[in-house]
């Protein structure tokens, strides 16, 4: 029998995945596996026995790598597997951060209930007026699955998109999108784009890879999207940026309380992925990894 611990709710879809060989512990203490999604595994003491992580989900920063590589625990994660919803997130960030209708919700909801309100609308929508992102330039900074969806689907809404790897070459780029321009040098995304998302890991290289130099090369008014990850970005710079109007929309999935509180910022709790089929998606595929690990010892996504 094998035993896996959850650290965080897991799909249900996913954990049927699991054979009858599998059962569930209250505890890490006897499990062989751990699931986890976003708890910060850092600080915790793994017991002996764990020989497999998986995380469901993309990115790996709340999980200690080398430590647990130097006790022998493979560390599994799903890239892709939440890729749609996370593109889903991008695109309407980068549509409400260019149509007033949060405001436009707002202002409607704030009025009393009368006759007159569509007539009141008619004269109040010029200050919810906005811009279509259609025609504009997208740059997208990390062609990895999330990338590579949020440029397959920007070219569709009618943007030209501008893609730069920091970890592939332009000829690697190409076999991944044929839709998009790939550029060698990330500074062309800074001078031309409109709008700019940021998709790769939070890695020591990556960390604050958006600071005052980067901001400043960039168009004035510029859209900058991040459902990275919140340090990819200086806190700092963007909020004097956000100020002066440099930037004129930071999109952000992370609750971080400074940029939340900084003008022109549209911040949601980390919901890229919590779709059902996203987290289903993760789920699965994490479960899959960890029993084919356990079974086979087969390693894949480590
Ligand atoms: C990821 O790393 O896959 C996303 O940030 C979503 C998540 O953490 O759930």
Redo the contacts with the bound molecule.
């Keep these: 029998m094998y035993r896996y611990h959850c650290l965080n709710p897991i799909s249900q879809v996913g954990l049927k995945e699991f054979n009858q060989e599998y059962e569930k512990t209250e505890g890490a203490a006897e499990a062989d596996a751990i699931l986890v ?2 708890a910060d595994m850092h600080q915790m003491e793994l017991p002996q026995q764990v020989s497999a992580v998986a995380r ?4 790996v920063n709340n999980i200690p790598l080398e430590e647990l590589a130097k006790k022998g625990v493979v560390v599994f994660n ?1 890239p892709g597997a ?1 890729a749609n919803g ?1 593109k889903e997130m991008v695109l309407a960030g980068m549509l409400l951060a260019s149509r007033d209708i949060v405001g436009g919700i707002e202002w409607l909801k704030s009025q009393e209930p009368a006759d007159d309100l569509a007539k009141k609308a008619e004269k109040e929508k010029k200050k919810f007026a906005g811009c279509e992102i259609s025609g504009k330039k997208l740059g997208i900074i990390g062609l990895g699955a999330i990338g590579v969806k949020v440029a397959n689907a920007a070219v569709h809404l009618g943007m030209e998109v501008y893609g730069y790897d920091p970890f592939i070459s332009v000829d690697a780029a190409w076999s991944l999108s044929r839709n998009i321009h790939h550029i060698n040098e990330v500074s062309e995304i800074y001078r031309d784009c409109d709008y700019i998302t940021i998709h790769v890991p939070l890695l020591e290289s990556t960390k604050k890879m958006i600071g005052r130099e980067e901001i400043a090369q960039m168009k004035d008014g510029v859209v900058l999207l991040n459902f ?2 919140d340090l990819l970005v200086d806190e700092e710079a963007l909020c004097k940026a956000l100020e002066e109007g440099k930037v004129k929309k930071y999109v952000t ?1 992370f609750a971080n309380p400074v940029v939340a509180n900084a003008p022109n910022t549209l911040v949601t709790p ?1 919901l ?3 779709t059902e089929e996203s987290e289903d998606n ?1 789920a699965v595929m994490a479960v899959q990894q960890v029993m084919d690990y356990l079974e086979n010892g087969n390693i894949k996504n480590s």
């Design positions: 999604r976003s469901a989900g993309a990115g799903t939440n996370v990275a990850r999935d980390h890229g992925a919590s993760c």
